[in-house]
């Protein structure tokens, strides 16, 4: 993309040039050995220090009415679907803006984009910051890293206006990547983490408590609707809920514990039996996450109920037989969410029909699963910081 150059920042010539070294010290300071891209496309900060379980926090008195009444300050972003596997929205940065896709990931809380210094394959097909085009761009020499479950990337702490849309949090931290790896073919920019401030990479705070301290979304909340199929109608929306995206009630659901989308999950079932999650496990709802994920040998044993065989890194099954395919249902909160097969099958560059149940790569010492946007396609998600749960209905 080609960007109108605009005056350069007032920075004496000494400071910029200690700081211009600095990122190229930065960037080819270490040989890091390339990770290999998964099939599977997720953001996902790899999650670690999973502890014991707390019981489930009280309900605060916060009715639906109170999110989504008239005259809230309400902001619908909207996203698009990449062949069901990567949903991404635009943001700028800088002054004047710098425009960049990034997927807005519930499964970590950094937001970085790549620099004009990152000489990594990964960098090369995408959209670069360009700081000394921004006025109101401000430097760190605060170093950071962050490891996905698809890669990771080194960073720099810079901070500068960020707009969501109409939303616009001014001096913000954020990331500069100097060198990313495991992202090659991916079609995104960068990330926007929308998790707690606790797991952030950087230590910086994250765009979303930003945005609530400044006071510019009226409740502290955001919400997804992911469309299926079609590359437009997917939306992000902050400060509030609009129904019209949603069936029947929102089902509350308390997280584990503040500080993580994390709640506790009852069972995992088909046609009345239970297969997984029996006496209840621990569930992530992540948007940054492709697939559903657990552990391999529940994921094995589902892939074999339905009639899957492997092939390479994925399981198939026929494609006339999607619609036969019995559903598998997750009990959450004593709520049945059922996945249809037709919701739990995509088909590969050769039309081949294969399933989104994958090994998880975590190992935490109870089960664990991760709720995609598989999962979230089907029902509509509301992720509330002011009361430290998880609403959830089907999706129009």
């Not at 992540?286 to 589902?302: Q, S």
């Not at 991760?370 to 509330?384: A, E, N, P, Q």
């Amino acid at each position: 993309m080609l960007r109108t150059k605009t005056s350069l920042s007032t920075w004496s010539q000494e400071r910029s040039m200690k700081w211009l070294v600095l990122l190229w010290l930065v960037a080819f300071s270490e040989c890091i050995v390339k990770i290999p891209l998964r099939q599977v496309k997720t953001m996902r900060k790899t999650l670690s220090g999973k502890n014991t379980l707390n019981n489930f926090l009280k309900e605060h008195t916060y009715s639906l009415s109170q999110i989504s009444s008239r005259g809230s300050n309400l902001t619908i972003h909207p996203l698009r679907n990449i062949m069901d596997m990567l949903y991404v929205g635009n943001i700028t940065i800088g002054t004047p803006p710098q425009v960049f896709q990034v997927v807005f990931d519930t499964g970590s809380s950094d937001l970085w984009v790549p620099s004009v210094f990152c000489q990594s394959l990964a960098c090369a097909t995408k959209v670069m910051f360009i700081h000394l085009y921004s006025s109101t761009f401000r430097h760190t020499q605060k170093v950071f890293n962050i490891k996905y479950n698809t890669g990771r990337m080194k960073g720099l702490l810079v901070y500068d206006t960020v707009r969501i849309g109409d939303l616009v949090s001014t001096d913000q931290p954020f990331g500069l990547s100097v060198e990313e790896y495991g992202f090659d073919h991916i079609p995104f920019d960068g990330v926007l983490g929308l998790n707690y401030p606790k797991i952030s990479s950087s230590g910086a705070i994250p765009i979303f408590d930003k945005l609530k301290n400044q006071g510019a979304i009226s409740e502290p909340v955001f919400a997804f609707y992911l469309s299926k199929d079609e590359q437009e109608g997917s939306v992000v929306m902050f400060g509030g809920v609009d129904h019209h995206y949603y069936k029947g009630e929102l089902n509350w659901v308390p997280l584990i514990r503040s500080g993580n989308w994390i709640i506790h999950m009852h069972s995992i079932s088909i046609e009345r039996k239970v297969i997984a999650c029996s006496g209840r496990c621990m569930a992530f709802v992540d948007t940054g996450t492709a697939f559903i994920e657990g552990p391999k040998p529940l994921v094995d044993n589902m892939q074999k109920l339905i009639g899957a065989k492997p092939s390479g890194s994925k399981h198939y099954v026929s494609c006339s037989a999607v619609n036969t395919l019995p559903s598998i249902i997750f009990t959450i909160n004593g709520i049945n969410y059922p996945v249809p097969g037709r919701a739990y099958i995509l088909k590969d560059y050769r039309g081949r029909c294969y399933t989104t149940f994958q090994e998880s790569p975590l190992s935490p010492s109870i089960e664990f699963w991760i709720l995609g946007d598989v999962f979230v396609r089907l029902y509509f998600t509301v992720f509330d910081r002011g009361n430290d749960r998880i609403g959830l209905a089907r999706a129009v």
